[in-house]
């Protein structure tokens, strides 16, 4: 069994699709959820930031919903505990705030009761539980990652240092990523999907070379949802052309929205975020790089007197 004072569990945002690449591709952004974890008398969730207020603060909370089920998977429990949140993650704005909370819960539950998981596994989990794998991955281990999602097997390719610039386009208001999934025809034809095939391809194989500007021409050539989603962005079509002819590389939804993800040269991102700013000002824009590095587990504290996370039999 386990004793520990606490650790903090730090996650970072991501953004998913990156076009075609529809509940497949995954790419960590460098703003970052962290989790201090302590023992407690109940489930406790508390968030610094009133953003976050509307989320559930007790055993409801995703998090905690994720430890439970990781620890029942292994017919183990695990003691009550308080968890202090600090989130630079949007919520509910296309940048992965749900699978963040996930990927936490993975972690935590992991290692509170040594369970050595791989990251494999950890993805297989998160996938079942969030229904898509393209955030979760990329939550888990970081960088870029293109994922396949199918009756239970999963298979992860994963680049780990991306180089690239990024600007999200932040809009006031939220957009429930089932809501946005209710806009999605059943079925597409044939030829319709054998071109948003070969999209994902070129843009699959143009992140593995890191040759973002062919990822950027490819980024604006979905057919799976981009048709079916883009009128709930005001001026979409407007800030597209400005990408271009500001230099940028290309602009798509972020994940099911309501945020726009924009790809441009690494080191002119805060100067994009500034200008489309100003021009579309119904947008925040926030500047931001790929992450290096997914969930991890930093400032773990033993001491002799502290308390057992996990409850005996
Ligand atoms: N791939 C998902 C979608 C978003 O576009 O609906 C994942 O959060």
Not at 7 to 30: C, Q, R, Y
Request: proline share 5%; hydrophobic share 40%; net charge negative.
């Amino acid at each position: 069994m386990m004793r520990q004072d606490g650790f903090t569990v730090v996650v970072p945002a991501t953004t998913a699709n990156l076009g075609p690449g529809f509940d497949s591709i995954g790419l960590a952004l460098a703003l970052y959820m962290k989790v201090t974890i302590t023992v407690s008398e109940t489930w406790r969730v508390i968030y610094d930031d009133s953003e976050f207020n509307s989320l559930p603060n007790g055993a409801d909370n995703l998090i905690v919903v994720t430890i439970q089920q990781v620890a029942s998977r292994v017919g183990r429990q695990v003691c009550a505990l308080q968890l202090y949140v600090k989130s630079d993650i949007p919520l509910g704005k296309g940048l992965g705030s749900s699978a963040a909370a996930v990927a936490c819960g993975i972690e935590i539950a992991n290692h509170i009761l040594q369970l050595e998981l791989s990251s494999k596994e950890k993805i297989t989990i998160g996938s079942e539980m969030e229904g898509h794998i393209d955030n979760i991955a990329a939550a888990i281990v970081g960088g870029a990652t293109i994922s396949y999602y199918g009756n239970k097997e999963i298979e992860v390719i994963h680049l780990p240092k991306p180089s690239v610039g990024i600007v999200i386009l932040l809009p006031p208001q939220l957009l429930p990523t089932d809501v946005s999934r209710a806009l999605l025809p059943d079925k597409l034809s044939h030829t319709a999907s054998v071109q948003g095939s070969a999209a994902s391809n070129v843009l699959s194989a143009a992140i593995v070379l890191n040759d973002w500007e062919t990822v950027g021409r490819m980024m604006e050539k979905d057919i799976l949802h981009e048709e079916y989603r883009k009128h709930l962005f005001p001026n979409f079509e407007d800030i597209r052309k400005e990408c271009k002819v500001l230099g940028g590389l290309g602009m798509t939804i972020s994940g099911a929205g309501p945020s726009l993800c924009l790809i441009v040269k690494g080191g002119t991102e805060k100067k994009f975020a500034k200008q489309l700013a100003l021009k579309f000002p119904y947008y925040e824009g926030i500047a931001v790089q790929p992450s290096m590095s997914g969930t991890i587990i930093s400032n773990i504290k033993k001491t002799a007197s502290s308390l057992p996370f996990e409850l005996s039999e």
